[in-house]
């Protein structure tokens, strides 16, 4: 199985502020990632798939870099509405993968 | 309007089963991998099964192989996963989710719904 590992497993950060998230596959998915938001008691909401293409309807403050074994979400302006946890997911093979989660706190 | 609604959801003894179901609505069901992805509490997400638009492909993960079945029926627009020999790790809240950009990147996610297992 691929291990998917984010880091850091929480943030506290301020609104303005550019923040990344790291996640390292144990072995090459090619951009078979995405990038998952997750509020409190909520289904979790698509942000980035293949790596780095923005899901419709997506703020363009997310984006999504990286390839083989490393990869990374940025906000470049923390909005309000951005506090809550994000997953990273590799679809390269099965069984497909998530990351822990990285929760992003306001400091 | 995409639509995804889980029900079936609630409380059974370990070694019991369940079935969810997940109504579909506002696409054209038979054109979409489906998955069934859970969140146990306080947890991470993990995918558990998906099945190819045609019902002809069916992925597992190897903690509920030979326990759960996926299975849909594309004349009723609906999704359903068959639990039997549940556990207590199984306890978890369980999402219906549209493959939107491949097998298993999921666009739409319907609300959950909760599976207790315990005596």
């Known amino acids: 199985d691929i291990q998917m590992t984010q880091s850091p497993s929480s943030l506290s950060a301020s609104v303005g502020d550019r923040v990344t998230i790291t996640c390292r596959a144990s072995?090459?998915?090619?951009?078979?990632l995405a990038w998952y938001q997750q509020k409190p008691k909520k289904a979790p909401k698509s942000l980035i798939y293949?790596?780095?293409s923005l899901q419709s309807g997506v703020p363009s403050r997310f984006s999504g870099s990286g390839s083989g074994t490393d990869f990374t979400l940025t906000i470049s302006s923390l909005q309000p509405e951005d506090f809550a946890t994000y997953y990273c997911?590799?679809?390269?093979?099965?069984?497909?993968?998530f990351g822990q989660g990285t929760r992003l706190e306001i400091k | 309007e995409v639509q995804l609604v889980e029900s079936g959801g609630g409380l059974v003894q370990p070694g019991g089963s369940l079935r969810l179901s997940c109504a579909a609505s506002g696409f054209t069901f038979s054109s979409y991998w489906m998955s069934w992805v859970r969140q146990a509490p306080g947890k991470g997400l993990e995918w558990v099964a998906n099945i190819k638009p045609d019902g002809s492909a069916k992925n597992y993960v190897d903690s509920v192989k030979g326990r759960f079945t996926i299975s849909r029926d594309n004349a009723e627009l609906s999704l359903s996963l068959q639990m039997n020999s549940l556990r207590a790790e199984d306890t978890a809240v369980y999402y219906c989710?549209?493959?939107?950009?491949?097998?298993?990147?999921?666009?739409?996610w319907g609300q959950g719904t909760l599976v207790t297992v315990s005596s």
């Open positions: 293949a790596a780095s």
């Open positions: 072995q090459g998915i090619s951009s078979w």
């Open positions: 989710a549209r493959g939107g950009f491949s097998d298993a990147v999921w666009d739409y």
């Open positions: 997911q590799q679809y390269n093979s099965y069984p497909i993968t």
